[in-house]
């Protein structure tokens, strides 16, 4: 399955953004799909998964009550949905597809898109 992430730009702080991630190949509803970030010098970090009915999700303590994980697999495609955006929302964040389970671990992610970047000025 190859992924392709969309939606980053530049927002300023309080803002809000919707990202995608956009699925082709296989059928993307057999995955369940998560979202990480990698801000500058840091390592990369979970933001949020959705199992491949969408009747589960998981975010990150960081994120939760701001960003909402969301899929529609008639469109191939999963969301975040960010609001009250902060300066240290700011990073390049990327979805991922998991063939078997999910969860906050990048390792549990078989495939991975190329990356959006979020820039949220102060």
């Known amino acids: 399955v190859q992924l392709q992430a969309c939606g980053g730009g530049l927002v300023q702080a309080g803002g809000s953004l919707r990202l995608s991630c956009l699925a082709s190949?296989?059928?993307?509803?057999?995955?369940?799909t998560g979202w990480f970030r990698q801000a500058p010098g840091k390592e990369r970090e979970f933001v949020g998964a959705?199992?491949?009915?969408?009747?589960?999700?998981l975010h990150a303590d960081s994120v939760k009550g701001r960003f909402t994980i969301s899929r529609d697999n008639a469109k191939n495609t999963v969301y975040l949905q960010m609001n009250s955006l902060k300066p240290e929302d700011t990073a390049v964040y990327y979805c991922?597809?998991?063939?078997?389970?999910?969860?906050?671990?990048?390792?549990?992610?078989?495939?991975w898109g190329q990356g959006t970047e979020v820039t949220v000025s102060s």
């Open positions: 991922a597809a998991a063939r078997t389970g999910w969860g906050r671990d990048e390792f549990t992610y078989d495939y």
């Open positions: 959705i199992t491949w009915s969408g009747a589960s999700t």
């Open positions: 190949g296989r059928t993307f509803s057999n995955y369940a």
